[in-house]
C-alpha cells in the first residue's frame, strides 16, 4: 500500500500536529474539521509547529533565515484545510483524531467509508477505544487500524498501530510502512483496553494515586520525591497536568471498568477536578495545581517515597508481564513503547520495565513481587511468565539471559566489534556490536570473519549470528565508511564480503540467524547468508537501498530470489518497503517466527541439533542445494556432492552407528 496523499479528520491540537508530522515528510495532507474556525486553528497549530522545529534549525547555524522561511512555507503548502469530504477521493491514509466518544468516530468512519478511495487505510487516533466496534461501522473493517499518537504529536516520536479483529495482515504493514515515512517509530499491537503504553503507565500510577487518597498524601510532596527517584520523567501530578486530566480519567476509567477497580484505581481527586473544568495545561495551567503552582487536591501526610517508588516500579512490570502473556505485544515492543511514548529513557538513566527487571534480576523482582503480595493482596500476584523464567534460571543480565539476551564473551576474543561466546555442544555466537545502529561496517566485514576463522579452528559446527543490541539486528550496511573508501579498498571489501558471506553458506559448519529485530539492508544480507533464520515477531526485514539510489551489493539479488521467488523478490528490492516477521515467514524468508523472549533458545536449540549432523554431509547439502536453477546443473552437483559425502570417513562413522544402534561421533572428515 502506498501513500502518495492522506488525510486527517479533526483539527484540534493533535489533529493540526497529526497534519503538520505527515507534511513535513513530504507527503500532502488534507485537514477536516466541521467548521472553518476549527480547521484554522488545527493550520495555525501546525504553522507553530512547524515554525518552532524549522527556526531551531536555523539558531543552530544548519540553515539560513531564508531558507526557513522556505521550508516553513514548503511544509504548509502542503496542508489544505477544508469543511467538506471533497478532496478525499484520492487519498490513501486517513488519520481521525475526534474527540474520544464511540459515538462520533462511528458517525466519522462512515463518511469516510463513503467518499475515500476503496484501497485507503482508515485509521484511528483513539488512545483507548475498540477499534473493531469503530471498524463495524464501515464496509471495509478489514482497512480499519489504530494509529495511536502521544502528545505532543509533533515531539513523541512513538505511534502505537493497534490491530482490531477484523484489521488485515496487510493493512498493518501499511500502516507500519506509512509510520516510518513520516519518521516516527512503530510498535504493533492487538486490540485491548488502553493498548500498551496507556495501560501499562495506569496501572503503576494508578497505585500512587490510591496511597494518595488513602493515606492524604502531599501531591507536591510526591511529585518532589517521585520525580528524584529518577524511575520516571516527571511526578505524577506534573504529567498528568501536561497531558490532560480528562484525557487520563476517560483513560482511567475505562480501564477501570474493563479490568476492576481493584486493579486500576481511579482517583475521586481528579474526577472533582474534572467536573470544575479544571483540566490542566489545557486550561491554563488549573488542574492539580493552580496558577499560583499551589496544590488543588487535599493531602499535607508526608509520603514514604521508597514505598510509593516500589509500588509503581513493581506494578508497571506486573501489568508489562500481563500485556505480554496476553500476546498483545512483543516485550521489545513494550519496552521500546515507553521508551518513546513515556520517556523511559535508558541514556537518562529510565529504564523500561523488562529491561529494568533484567539487570535487578528477575529471581529478586519475584520475592519483591511476592513481598508486595502479601501486603497488598492478589493485585500484586507475581505473573506466570516471571515464575517461568526463574525457574528456568533465566535470571536476568547476570546469567546471560532473561526477557533480553546478553552476550557472554570469551575472554580472549579475535575481534572488537564481533564477539565470540563459545558454548557447549559444538556451539557457538557470533554477537554483532557495532554501536546503536549495528551497522555493516568495514570493520564488522573484517571481525566477523576472524571469529568465523577461531570458530572453525575451534572444532566449532553451529555458529548462531545475533545482536548485541536488544532493539534491532542491523540497520544495514554503514554508508559514510563506504563511501569514504576509494575504489580499489571499496572493491576488495565487497569481493572479501561475499567471500564470507559465501563460506558461511557453504562450509560444513551449520549457521542461524537469530533476527530480535530491524534487519535492514546489509542485516538482511547476512541473515540471508546463513543456513536457517529465526525471526522474533518483531523483527522487520528489508532491502531498502533503491531509496538511496543504489541496489543490495552482499547478495541481496542473488540469495532473496532464492528464498522467496523471483517475483516477490524483485518486488521487495524494487519497492524498499519493510517487510514483517509473518510476512516474511509466509514468503520463505525465514525458518521460523517465535515470541522475542524465546528467540536465542530457539537458535540455539537449533544450532544443536544442526551442530550433531555430520560436517562433511553438511557442507555438501549446503553447496549442492545453492547450485543455480538448471536442474541438469543441479543434478550433476547432487552427484559429486553424494560421492563426496559417501566416500568420507563420517559416512562409514555414521553407517556403522546406525547398524550398531549408537549414536555417531563425527570428526568432519
Request: a negative charge; proline letters at 4%.
Amino acid at each position: 500500500m502506498f501513500v502518495f496523499r492522506a488525510a486527517v479528520v479533526g483539527a484540534g491540537t493533535m489533529g493540526g500536529q497529526i497534519a503538520q508530522t505527515i507534511a513535513a515528510a513530504g507527503i500532502p495532507v488534507v485537514l477536516k474539521d466541521i467548521n472553518e474556525e476549527l480547521v484554522q486553528a488545527g493550520l495555525q497549530e501546525a504553522r507553530n509547529v512547524t515554525s518552532g522545529q524549522v527556526s531551531k534549525l536555523a539558531e543552530k547555524g544548519k540553515i539560513t533565515s531564508e531558507q526557513a522561511q522556505e521550508q516553513i512555507e514548503e511544509i504548509l503548502g502542503r496542508i489544505h484545510g477544508t469543511t467538506t469530504y471533497e478532496q478525499f477521493g484520492d487519498v490513501d491514509f486517513v488519520v481521525e483524531a475526534v474527540p474520544e466518544r464511540m459515538e462520533i468516530k462511528q458517525t466519522v468512519f462512515a463518511e469516510l467509508d463513503a467518499v475515500t478511495p476503496g484501497h485507503a487505510i482508515l485509521a484511528s487516533n483513539t488512545s483507548s477505544l475498540s477499534i473493531t466496534e469503530i471498524g463495524e461501522a464501515t464496509l471495509r473493517p478489514e482497512q480499519v487500524v489504530g494509529f495511536h499518537y502521544f502528545y505532543p504529536a509533533s515531539i513523541m516520536p512513538l505511534i502505537e498501530i493497534v490491530e482490531g479483529e477484523d484489521t488485515s495482515a496487510e493493512t498493518v504493514a501499511g500502516a507500519v510502512t506509512f509510520a516510518q515515512a513520516i519518521r516516527k517509530q512503530p510498535i504493533t499491537c492487538m486490540e485491548v483496553p488502553g493498548f500498551v503504553v496507556n495501560r501499562i503507565l495506569n496501572s503503576g500510577i494508578s497505585e500512587i494515586w490510591r496511597e494518595q487518597e488513602q493515606k492524604g498524601l502531599s501531591i507536591r510532596k510526591i511529585d518532589e520525591g517521585v520525580g528524584a527517584a529518577n524511575v520516571v520523567p516527571m511526578g505524577p501530578y506534573f504529567l498528568v497536568n501536561l497531558l490532560g486530566l480528562d484525557t487520563v480519567l476517560h483513560v482511567a476509567e475505562h480501564l477501570a471498568e474493563s479490568y476492576g477497580d481493584e486493579r486500576f484505581y481511579v482517583p475521586q481527586g481528579m474526577k472533582r477536578l474534572v467536573s470544575e473544568g479544571k483540566l490542566g495545561a489545557k486550561t491554563g495551567g488549573e488542574g492539580f495545581y493552580n496558577t499560583q503552582g499551589e496544590p488543588n487536591i487535599e493531602g499535607e501526610h508526608e509520603p514514604d517515597v521508597a514505598e510509593l517508588v516500589e509500588l509503581l516500579t513493581l506494578k508497571t512490570f506486573l501489568e508489562a508481564c500481563l500485556v505480554l502473556e496476553e500476546g498483545v505485544a512483543t516485550h521489545r515492543d513494550i519496552d521500546f513503547g515507553l521508551m518513546a511514548g513515556a520517556g523511559l529513557d535508558p541514556r537518562r538513566g529510565l529504564l523500561p520495565p523488562f529491561m529494568k527487571a533484567d539487570i535487578e534480576g528477575l529471581d529478586t523482582v519475584l520475592e519483591r513481587l511476592q513481598q508486595a503480595a502479601e501486603r497488598h493482596g492478589e493485585r500484586f500476584e507475581p505473573p506466570t511468565i516471571l515464575r517461568r523464567m526463574v525457574a528456568q534460571g533465566r535470571l536476568g543480565q547476570k546469567h546471560g539471559q532473561g526477557f533480553y539476551a546478553y552476550p557472554q564473551a570469551d575472554p580472549e576474543q579475535p575481534a572488537e566489534v564481533v564477539k565470540l561466546e563459545t558454548r557447549g555442544d559444538g556451539v557457538a555466537i557470533a554477537w554483532l556490536a557495532n554501536g546503536q545502529m549495528n551497522s555493516i561496517s568495514p570493520q564488522v566485514i573484517e571481525d566477523l570473519g576472524k571469529v568465523w576463522e577461531t570458530a572453525k579452528q575451534a572444532g566449532v559446527r553451529a555458529l548462531v549470528i545475533a545482536s548485541s543490541n536488544p532493539f534491532l539486528y542491523s540497520a544495514g550496511a554503514d554508508i559514510k565508511a563506504f563511501t569514504s573508501m576509494d575504489e580499489t579498498a571499496g572493491a576488495e571489501l565487497i569481493n572479501t564480503a561475499h567471500a564470507l558471506f559465501r563460506e558461511l553458506g557453504s562450509d560444513g559448519i551449520a549457521t542461524v540467524a537469530a533476527v530480535n529485530g530491524l534487519a535492514f539492508g546489509g542485516g538482511c544480507e547476512l541473515a540471508m547468508a546463513c543456513d536457517v533464520r529465526i525471526a522474533a515477531r518483531s523483527a522487520l526485514f528489508g532491502q531498502p537501498e533503491i531509496k538511496l539510489g543504489i541496489i543490495p551489493g552482499f547478495g541481496g539479488t542473488q540469495r532473496l530470489p532464492r528464498l522467496v521467488g523471483a517475483n516477490k523478490a524483485l518486488e521487495m528490492n524494487l519497492i524498499g518497503d519493510p517487510v514483517l516477521a509473518s510476512d516474511a515467514f509466509e514468503f520463505g524468508l525465514v525458518n521460523r517466527v517465535v515470541e522475542d523472549h524465546e528467540l536465542l533458545d530457539t537458535a540455539l536449540a537449533w544450532a544443536r541439533k544442526l551442530a550433531a549432523q555430520a560436517p562433511v554431509a553438511v557442507a555438501q547439502i549446503k553447496r549442492v542445494s545453492a547450485t543455480g536453477g538448471d536442474l541438469d546443473e543441479g543434478i550433476e552437483a547432487e552427484k559429486q556432492g553424494f560421492a563426496t559425502a559417501f566416500g568420507s570417513a563420517d559416512a562409514k562413522e555414521g553407517i556403522s552407528a546406525f547398524l550398531g544402534k549408537r549414536a555417531p561421533s563425527w570428526e568432519g572428515r
